[in-house]
């Protein structure tokens, strides 16, 4: 059953508790996530990848869960067709007590995930659109009123424009200008533009990071915590190729001297102290033939996600998982 964002009150997750959100808006789908699950508070985060790779155990989960348990809801990041066998499962043990949402970006209309919950009776199907111009423009501006900040038409236009649509980043970059705001009485061009053009989001420097370390159980929770789109794709994309190729050059010289605490000493440029011990493992976790492999690796999935920009951060949470348990030091 189809329903817009906008009548999501009608939801009864008590009657339909197969709920698929899915579009590019993730700050709409997030408040209406929010809305959905208020009072709630037995709530997992999974990843479409996280479950697939281990379907059985999942199941098995759902299956065992304590009769004395209370209300749960799950939630599965990222979700595709690839999941559609799992979700026929579930709702055929016809499980209690659980809720389930999906959530998806843009599916096309041949999707069987987006068909079946579009002529399901037990499901609930919501598309989520970019909000426009005008609804940005009128939450921005409604916003630096409640909070008194002084900030030219001409700025705040500015703002709306970087945010691609989606009312969740433009409500960090507000944010930012209302804590600029405490410090100085005046917010300039200047100002806007060194804030919401960052090069790296530190989001994407930490899931890049501990991807390397194969570090796997913060590599989920970042990427349940986070929720990253299309436009992120290329940023993860190149901060990964950029470290990984800086890895190379450690783990060479690492194989030259066998001393790692030499390796990370004479590094150039100078590796800074709190990322030390992470790089440390780093190389350890990586041999210069693995590395040289990812990195061409990281070059073809750059070719495919320019062909398909569509699931390009799919592809792209797929490879980071994947690395992340191979054993790649050998």
């Known amino acids: 059953m189809i329903i817009k964002s906008y009548e999501i009150n009608k939801i009864n997750i008590k009657k339909t508790p197969y709920i698929l959100l899915y579009g590019k808006n993730e700050g709409l789908k997030k408040e209406t996530t929010d809305n959905l699950l208020k009072d709630k508070n037995n709530i997992l985060n999974y990843e479409e990848k996280e479950i697939l790779d281990n379907s059985s155990l ?79 423009s009128r939450m921005a501006l409604n916003f630096i009123k409640q909070k008194s900040i002084s900030l030219s038409q001409s700025n705040l236009n500015l703002i709306v424009n970087r945010c691609n649509g989606d009312r969740e980043t433009l409500l960090n970059e507000l944010n930012k200008i209302e804590f600029l705001n405490k410090s100085r009485k005046k917010i300039t061009l200047e100002d806007i533009e060194k804030l919401t053009n960052l090069v790296e989001n530190h989001s994407i420097s930490e899931l890049v990071d501990n991807c390397l370390a194969k570090n796997t159980n913060k590599i989920l929770r970042i990427l349940n915590e986070n929720n990253f789109n299309t436009e992120d794709s290329i940023i993860i994309l190149r901060t990964l190729l950029n470290k990984s190729k800086k890895i190379l050059l450690l783990s060479n010289e690492f194989k030259k001297n066998k001393d790692i605490d030499l390796t990370i000493l004479n590094a150039r440029p100078p590796i800074f102290w709190k990322d030390k011990e992470i790089t440390k493992k780093q190389i350890l976790q990586w041999s210069p033939d693995n590395i040289k492999k990812a990195i061409y690796r990281i070059n073809e999935i750059e070719l495919l996600i320019k062909k398909n920009l569509n699931n390009s951060i799919n592809v792209i949470t797929d490879f980071i998982l994947e690395q992340s348990k191979k054993v790649t030091n050998s």
């Open 58 to 136: 999942f199941l098995e989960n759902l299956l065992s869960k304590s009769l004395f348990e209370t209300e749960k809801i799950i939630i599965i990041k990222r979700s595709t067709d690839k999941i559609f066998k799992i979700i026929n499962e579930i709702i055929d043990k016809k499980l209690d007590d659980l809720i389930f949402i999906f959530n998806a970006d843009s599916l096309e209309k041949r999707s069987k995930l987006r068909s079946f919950f579009e002529k399901d009776k037990k499901c609930i199907c919501v598309p989520f659109y970019p909000d426009n111009e005008q609804t940005l």
